[in-house]
């Protein structure tokens, strides 16, 4: 019913535009002005549905550690070489965005130069028209000095829809991407990756994850999930290990992906408040990505996709 309301603007806008010249000639200039803002919001829906979800975005953010006081320290904070990660998650290759759209994606990120590149899951959608294999061939031409890491989405493991996720635990070392799921690895001597498998899935274990960090306490820590729902397992627990520096990089609401300004937060499916943008925490700092597909509908209002370059 969405798309058909988004879709059906593309007619709406120009309709309501000539009628709205129509009556301004004629001197209605109430029915004129009614016509006026039914166009404007009509063209507004149809860039929603045809210009939106193909305009993608390269954003930057520099992310300074949160710092505990000094007293609360163990050991002094470390100083490290400068890192740029890239992210970006939700590709939904299928019906709506295919091998092309992967190819545009990959030409961004390597254009950023990334030390390391991490992808937070759901990389296909309505999958019944194509090969996955082909779909996401591009990925295999992501090139990091640090390597390019993953961990997996709802709708990888099917839900909703088909379960994907044993061909995508077989497929992704093929492209050159190690696929996290509930591990803790170190990249060089400064940065402890921890990837977290799928909540809604069941088969999240952060803190079982985060177990080893105890074998490197002056690394920066960067915590990949797909769902950011997992922050509410940290909430009032201080019993894990992470710092308190540590960063957290989501996927899965697409920020709303049709949002609403006056109702924020309307139908994401997540139980938190962690569903757009950049939030400082009492566990370190989270971003929750707009994501590069779009699922049920290929509309985007008020967003629009995006992969974002972390320099840490």
């Keep these: 019913m969405i798309d058909w309301i988004f879709l059906s603007s593309a007619a709406v806008a120009p309709l309501a535009a000539f009628a709205a010249i129509y009556y301004s000639v004629t001197d209605a200039m109430a029915q004129a002005v009614a016509c006026a803002i039914v166009a404007a919001a009509a063209a507004w829906g149809a860039y929603a549905r045809f210009v ?3 305009q993608l975005r390269v954003r930057h953010l520099k992310i300074a550690p949160q710092r505990a006081p000094a007293s609360h320290r163990a050991t002094p904070a470390a100083s490290h070489p400068p890192l740029r990660v890239v992210f970006f998650s939700d590709l939904h290759l299928g ?5 092309d759209w992967a190819q545009r994606i990959v030409e961004a990120v390597n254009a950023q130069s990334p030390d390391l590149v991490l992808i937070g899951g759901d990389f296909v959608g309505k999958t019944e028209c194509c090969d996955i294999a082909d779909l996401l061939a591009p990925l295999r031409r992501l090139q990091a000095t640090r390597g390019v890491y993953a961990v997996l989405g709802n709708h990888d493991y099917g839900i909703p ?3 994907h996720s044993d061909e995508l635990i077989q497929l992704l070392p093929q492209l050159n991407i190690r696929l996290l799921r ?6 060089g001597d400064d940065v402890l990756l921890v990837g977290v498998d799928e909540l809604w899935a069941g088969r999240d274990d952060l803190h079982g994850a985060l177990a080893s960090y105890r074998r490197a306490p002056n690394m920066r820590v960067i915590v990949l999930g797909h769902n950011p729902d997992l922050m509410l397992k ?4 201080r019993a894990h290990p992470l710092p308190r520096d540590a960063f957290f990089i989501f996927g899965h609401t697409h920020q709303g992906q049709i949002y609403i300004p006056l109702l ?5 499916p997540i139980q938190s408040k962690f569903y757009r943008g950049l939030y400082h925490t009492p566990h370190g700092m989270a971003y929750v990505s707009a994501g590069c597909g779009e699922n049920t509908t290929p509309t985007r209002l008020n967003t629009w996709p995006e992969i974002v370059v972390f320099d840490v």
């Design 52 to 54: 939106a979800p193909w």
């Design 95 to 99: 019906r709506f965005k295919r091998q």
């Design 161 to 163: 829809g088909p379960d």
């Design 182 to 187: 509930n591990e803790c690895v170190a990249i």
């Design 234 to 237: 940290l909430d009032g627990r």
């Design 264 to 268: 924020p937060g309307l139908a994401i």
